[in-house]
């Protein structure tokens, strides 16, 4: 528990500062930069702790752990900004804690990292699903539309830990080969998606479905398929830690629209050498 939890911790802190990068580096320079490279490089980094965690603690306590990244994203935004965080903000912090804190306690065993051909293909349709909704979204032109880009992002973003758990227990066959893919696929998606959200609509719009979902989705995978298991009688604890930290991650996300003033005069544009979107 304390190896899967601290690798999901140091995730966290990858994510969060990848986030603000890779904000600033989605509306300054488009979505194709060095900068954007050296986002991609430290999602990459985080993944790898995202992996030991799963192979360590349940899907819900990885998923609630990565959640914490949009603490330091807050805070980061906030120090670039220049303005401090509201109460709120700060007691949206503290009920994050406090929820993981309730969901370890009431944590069971991870379940099985076993992926029959039925689960694999469910991986490849969501993934192959997502995609072709995605560029449906990315063609549609309304207001609305970076909301929906945020939405499936999540989706996205929270089919990439499932798609991890074949590589807990690797080997050498198409058991563990052919839905690993889908990690590739769903990571590179949900950082597509969430770039073009990020260029149209706020960061509290993009990041609120983009965060609920991709809590969501793996917890209820782990627990409703990879029979992921709650301390005999621990259920009410678990459910109100993971109620209490959803809920303060989706407060959060207002301290990260922050971000939507970095055009602003409180942080000049410099040049930069990169590729043009």
Known sequence: MVIGLGAALL???????????????????????????????????????????????????????????????????????????????????ATMVVGLVLVVLASGPVGSTHFETERTLMLYLGSAVTLVLGLLAARWDAPASGVVLGALAGIAYGGSPISTRALVDPHLNAETIVPALTVVSYGLLGFWLCSLALRRAAVTAVNAPLILLETLIPAVIGIAVFDDRVRSGWWPVAVIGF??????????????????DLDGPHLEEEPMVGWEA
């Open 243 to 260: 109620a209490l930290s959803t809920a303060g991650a989706l407060v959060l996300c207002g301290a990260e629209a922050r971000l939507d």
């Open 11 to 93: 995730a966290a802190v990858l994510f969060g500062v990848a986030g603000v990068v890779q904000a600033i580096a989605a509306r300054r320079y488009g979505l194709f930069s060095w900068l954007m490279v050296g986002v991609g490089i430290t999602y990459l980094l985080g993944w790898g702790l995202h992996l030991i965690a799963i192979a360590y603690v349940p899907l819900y306590v990885a998923q609630v752990g990565i959640a914490l990244s949009l603490v330091v994203t807050a805070i980061l935004a906030a120090t670039v900004v220049g303005e401090p965080l509201a109460l709120r903000h700060w007691m949206a912090i």
